[in-house]
């Protein structure tokens, strides 16, 4: 535990990594995990290094983009009654700007954080998903550049960054704005949920082994909760911007009052994701603080689970805090102080984890570098946005509070504190590693200063021009308020915090050419990711380290050994497979080796399916519905590309001498382990989804006091009955399907996968009819809308099932399937079940509730 | 299951390590499935004005919500006291406090079962000294 | 590297004793949510105080503990202490966020519960409806409408029926309550009450569309008989004309057709997407809080309403010199 005193081991760890390994290995593996070279090579690229770098690139540089828009709106309200800008062009300002902040900065930031250095922190080769790692920098960059499109067609969004409805809908904003707010950023929201399923999976099957749970590095504790904290945020996110786009082009009355909509269900269903978000953005960040603090304090993390479990429970808790941003909207009380109890009581772990920290400092012994100024200005500055964030999570304060300058502060002191201050940490932090260079101490602690100085005089002050009765986004307001001189420091503090981070750009590009190299392990930590070379080679680790304790570096001389059982396995893995990615998966709770599988290879499909992608929401941007098809159709290429299996050159016997020797399953194709995580997190995408849209139907059937509207009978039950009697009936011939090839039977399987997709298939054409003769469609009333929604999805998600199953026949038939190996049926099976449960929720919500209430 | 399972998967029988999930989470999910049940009860019967239903007289509606309180209670308070009691068992004092797996999830178990059954009860008291369906 | 995180607290203690200076200064002029003027904002602002005083004094607690453990003296060998004394810290600090938060959620709780609109059945009922960018006022009970102005009896509630007419608004009078939201399609009851006569600053303060910065209006608090009064007048149909420019005013009015838009009672204008102009000349402000009401503005205002307030619904009216002027004193006297 005595780190300070601990003797530097005899070699360095990449060194060891290698000795074990063997030089030509070595060599070989480099070359296997290399991503291919020239133009058509940098489509295909996957390593997760290299995407790494672009998604942080590409957030950095809509970073300075936002911030360059801030300047702008400090520049208009640095004097009253300013017309340095008009109010059109202000009011895009503060739209892009926190668009930009919010979408296209901080979530990709850290989740590029997350895919370069998680593979290596947690001591294993790769992400489990390289190709959905490159799509989702394809799809956020895409996305990011069609957002700021809209300056070029002079149609920029202005309904502010939460676009509340009316004011986003298709009467109070007309022309193609709007759209381009919704689906630009659409797309930037499906690189972060991509991103997010593979960061789910690589944090609890891909660890080194021996790294436990409870073992695991606090940022992937923070990241795994994230991650997970994404895709049940984004999507319903990803449901009302449908909604509201469906307002907007097919004449649906979702938020529209006047035909049964409810412009407060837009806001429910916003800050559903927009409340979680915050904490999406903050908790990487925590996990950040948490690697940062020990190193620079000499001494180990203090309440290791006291941490894990605050994170977690702020996971759980961010998700039922998002009234608080709605208390003026006039809901029933009993809601607001619900909700209040629970945006009150999530300070609890927030404050858990600060005294954690500084109980850390209290027994180290702190080394001031920059990461750490870093670090220290985050504690100063967070925990007053924790302060103000308790006070405005109360009713009666937030009354006055919201909406004013007040929460301008607030969330300025939450996100640039508790976000913005632990990234450049980071940066500072991580970056030798993977650029090989330091960065300047001296230009580092000039960086802090102006940022930490810059910040607190610009948004201090706002805190009181918000008491004094200043209202957010407004772009010019009377002299003689009393808000002059607020308004002056707050223009003051925006250049000096612009200098600071200007400085910071500086530093990185004169690093890039002039630094000193980094050593293998600067700062003398104590995480896996110090211990291979700097910069990192493509394959990470060659030998898979062995972690013993919670410090590896410190607590561990050696993290590659040939003693232990694990410790040969990982020899052997280091020599066999050299010319296919072998990575290992690991058991989620104690880390023990399960299967090595294959991690796929450099492909242009992810960019093809990208540029699907966003030729869709561009053109629907444009109301262009041939390219959208268009579009479809590339997507669809692109997926079957994307999956189809490549072949590998290593022969059976290899593999079966390995298992054999090693006791453990290779797999040249996907891993059973992570494409069973990956059908569920689909499955669970599916459900939040699902969760959004049933909460809509509730919504809208409370804002009417007659349900179903006049002139629209209730639902007629018989074919949907018996189309969902004949879904069920599938259900069990996908069982017995499956039953069938578990023993070897390949007829028993094809047979079974055939009549599930017949009794699939009628089920749908029975459903289909019913819905054909509906009485009302979706423009009729919000009844309508929202029937044909819902019944509309549940139908897609029965197609998917369906072309799923399709696919597994096609291969059934080729014989890909056999007892041990049936990876793909097994899936198909569980999705089918998913969809089946999902119908059943459509059917009652749709069909039975009405006849109840 | 039909896939066959992983020879080196020693002792760590699924059924154990399930029992250690729910232990880690039982109190956030009970948590949260509790305040959905109660948010919506109480957007149902202030939508659909049903608090006017009274028996002897106190609101059936407000009556449920204090049920639902003491259901949601119940759990978490009695897993986290399993979990507590896992953990007498299992805790190492030679060692990191938490470092091996199942007395990590024993632990957290214990503090987040802690937290939450303060939440659940917070929740449910602040529901009995407001105006329930008025605004201010 | 010491002498760097020395200045820490100086900054944050500079900024804080001078911005507590000012905040003290620039009360006079500014519309303060710490200056209440009626009871409801009196209790918000006594929980701010409150909540001031303890998040201030949590804050302070932190950053000493935190300066502490930076700061410490350390004795050069040892490496780390014992592990008493950090779990110690945590455990306490957890305790003291878990005891201050619930103590001052029961009395936020009790604050709102203190706020509640009061039950008298003979209060005054005002309807105030949003419109991009300006407020429309009515009393159901008196028959009145005016716009960007209401007058409230001094000492006693008011009830406030909130609507909108487009997009959601947010009503704010920051020296006598919070804020509630303006929705389409819903309607919010609101109250006010102001202890003293006087005129209060109100403003919008959800964002609406281009001129959110500009939808201002003024509460106007004044003794009960002289709100009857006032009321009394103001149902009264606009005055017919006799002066003979104010007559060429009239017509003026109509030709121009700002009948389309605008209602005058008494006569063929019934138009009702702008203010109801029946008493114009007896409003403080125009364009919703923006300009003072005086010939000067109102004629500015007529000719070149975006000069004022770009991107208002209102259009620009080109008139002669001669008509605006008939117009203009015509406008005068529908006080």
Known sequence: MDATTQSPPARSHGEADIAVTGESEAKQLERTWADPPGLFGWFRALQNDEVAKRIMGTAFTFFVVGGILALLIRLQLLSPESTLIGPDTYNELFTMHGSTMMYLFVVPMMEGFAILILPVMLGNREMPFPRLGAFSWFTMAMGGVLFYVSYLFNAVPKAGWFALAPLSGPEYAPGIAMDFWLLALGVAEVAAIAAGVEIIIAILRMRAPGMTLSRMPMYAWAMLVTAVAILFAFTPLMVGSLLLELDRKIGSHFFNPALGGSPVLWQHLFWIFGHPEVYIQFLPATGMVSMIVPVFARQKLQGYTLIATAVIATGFMSFVLWVHHMFTVGLPQVTMTFFSAASILIAIPAGAQIFAWIATIISGRPVWKTPFLFVIGFLVIFVLGGITGVMVGLVPFDLQAHDSYFIVAHLHYVLIGGSVFPIFAALYYWLPKFSGKMLSERLGRWNFWLMFIGFNLSFFPMHIAGLLGMPRRVYTYSPGLGWDLYNVLATVGSWILAAGVLLFLINFFYSLRYGEPAPENPWQADSLEWGTATPPPNYGFAALPVVRGRHPLWQQERIHGEQTRTEKLMKALSKWPLTWRAALTTTALEAKPEEIFRVSGPSIWPFVTAVGLITIFAAEIFTLRALVGLGILVIIVGIVGWHWPDDVDTPAEEEEAFEKEHGIPVSTGSSRAVAKWSVGLALLIIFIALASFVFSYIYIRLVNSAWPPANIPLPNLLWPAIGTAVLLASGGAVRWARAGIATGKQNHLRLGLALTFVLGAVGLGLLIYAFSGLSFNWQTHAYGSIFYMLGGYALLIITSGLLMNLFTQVWSWLGRYSAKRHVAVANTARFWYGTLVLWLVVFFTLYLSPHIW | ?136 | MRYAPLTVPIIKRGIFLAATGLLLAGCQSSPSTLNPQGPAAARISDLTWVLFVVGGAVYVIVMALLLYALFRRRATTQSSGPPGRERWIIWGGIGLTAVVLLLIFGFAVNTLVAIARPDTADQLTVEVTGHQWWWEVHYPDEGVTTANEIHIPTGEPLEIKLKSQDVIHSFWVPELHGKLDLVPGQTNTFWLQADQDGEYWGICAEYCGIQHAKMQFVVVAQPPAELERWLQAQSQPAVTPTEPQAVRGQEVFMEANCGECHTIAGTAAGGELGPDLTHLASRRTLAAGVVENNRGNLGGWIIDPHGIKPGNLMPATPLSGEDLQALLAYLEILE
């Open chain 2, 1 to 136: 299951m039909t896939e066959t399972i992983p020879p080196n998967e020693p002792g760590t029988g699924n059924g154990r390590s399930r029992a250690l999930w729910i232990g880690l989470l039982a109190g956030p999910v009970i948590w949260s499935i509790y305040f959905v049940i109660i948010y919506l009860l109480a957007e149902i019967a202030c939508g659909l004005n049903l608090l006017q239903f009274t028996v002897w007289g106190v609101s059936i509606i407000l009556l449920l919500v204090q049920v639902i309180t003491v259901l949601a209670l119940l759990p978490i308070l009695y897993i986290g006291f399993q979990a507590y009691r896992r953990w007498q068992r299992l805790r190492h004092d030679e060692i990191e406090i938490g470092e091996q797996p199942a007395e990590f999830m024993a632990l957290g178990g214990v503090l987040l079962g802690l937290l939450f059954a303060l939440a659940t009860l917070v929740t449910g008291v602040s529901a009995l000294v407001v105006q329930p369906c008025r605004w201010i």
